[in-house]
């Protein structure tokens, strides 16, 4: 049989990944481009589709997938919005990159691809059932079903970002209250920690600070933890409570074989995730946790490219 | 093609409920016998299958499905335990039926069986995606995702009434605090409603205990409810609001094309169904609920048995 080829294209705000990859999720070529955030989705696609034109492989590619932030109508390749490029309105992506490449063509959203990405790339034994969970600026989710991705009756599934975890909590750009996001999105833990640092002085924290003009960002608090800042310690013991009531109910309503956490806090490891599982064994059920296997991404880089190009498969 | 028959059994705390169903999930023949709690499985299964031979169509059965509340090994057909037949301990209930019968036979919990049975009986157009919510005295969930049962990883999958909808809630029998049962489940809203009437008199619920010498249950509180009581009104707008956050975040997290709601208390029909949608237009994405459609079971008598039967076909 002839191998198949898959082109992954990740759409972020300030790059544009695109790789070709093979039946098994390996990258066998990969390269970028800027996203220039002021051009027409055509003028875009084109300059995509000419890099990636340049790849050795290009001419065995049998399908295209990309992977974009935002509201996307994946059963038609529409996005009706995306936060990275926000002139776009309504564009038929899918069909511009058909017309463009003569190749079959899949949109979705980036927590969808980046749950396929985790399956190929870091669930190495293909597990039946597998949640990804993005943590940075939001909080997203996708699902990994009988193994394939399940998108839902409108291809909303996976907001987890969105699930209320205490209805007590802040007002979220959803318009809820007390979402996951309002506790763990990244904005909200630096505001957090600001509000502990109001009445307390942590000399690490400040000497992080003061190098090259930083910011209170969970990046510097990491570093802080791992300085051993006690301030720093107690944002992520909360963020890993607040984390863990989120995987608990996770765990007891669909039972997944895996956890996989992704994107940038989710690098704090052990800071934000022994907290989380302390609250995931008080809040799951016992035979519900036993068999969920929680792990860090070690290609939280990759899984958008991958999982786009895999998009073909799903 | 030959007309395929499968035998459904429903092992309540009370009665067993015992079906010949056909394919499209339509009773055709049903009987009934008495649970006896003291009797060992093996009797209990003979008093069954006997039952069931009586049936005219038993012998075009193809096979047997098995649903029973607690804690199933659903891949094995074991009972680990059962609420309803406290004295059964690792019962091998699936191997004991097919010994008995030549037929194969198929256990899973009566909340999977529930939601089966909702699928066939409730939702007429074969959704891709239901929530089958079980409010009783407990609060169970099962799930259909791609037309079919979904069961997890250890079978746990659905345990909706156990996911946190507020920390700072009351401790559950589970061990966690503020899973939704301890909100909406039947005992917790009848001790919230004692806990109003300390402070405040009701003669509709009043006069409605006294007749019969009658308990505050649910079923009290409905008729109360129903009379225009202003207390048990605010008793369903508190349970329609917790079970309201409930929903929301199943349909963020999930994006089903149908919730069914069955059990006991979900016949309180609009007193909890509206405080629940409003609180779900508060807290869900709109383009998940704009396209989820919450309907109350007409069949909340018949989906264990219908479901139990159609669990060949999972």
Redesign the interface.
Known sequence: MPKRFYLGIDMGGTHIKIAVVNSEGKILEETMTDTDVEAKPLDIAVSIVEKARGLKHYSSVKSIGIGIAG?IDCFRGFVRFSPNLPKWKNVALKSIFEKLTGKNAFVDNDANTAAIGAFWLDAKAK???LVCVTLGTGVG?G?I??KKL???????????G???????GLRCK????GCAETFIGAKYLSAYAKELLKNRKSEIINDLLSQNNSKLTPKLLYEAAAKGDKTAVEVWNYAGQKLG?LL???I??????VIVLCGGISRTGKFIIEPAKKEIE????A??S???KIIVSNYTQKLGVVGAAMLADQ
């Open positions: 509201d597990p039946d059932s989710g699902l079903f009988n399940y998108r839902g009756a409108s291809c909303t599934a996976g907001e987890i969105h699930m209320t975890i205490d209805p007590s959803c318009g809820n209250k009531i608990a109910g996770i007891n309503f669909v039972n997944p074989e008080k809040r799951a059920f035979s519900a036993k068999v969920c």
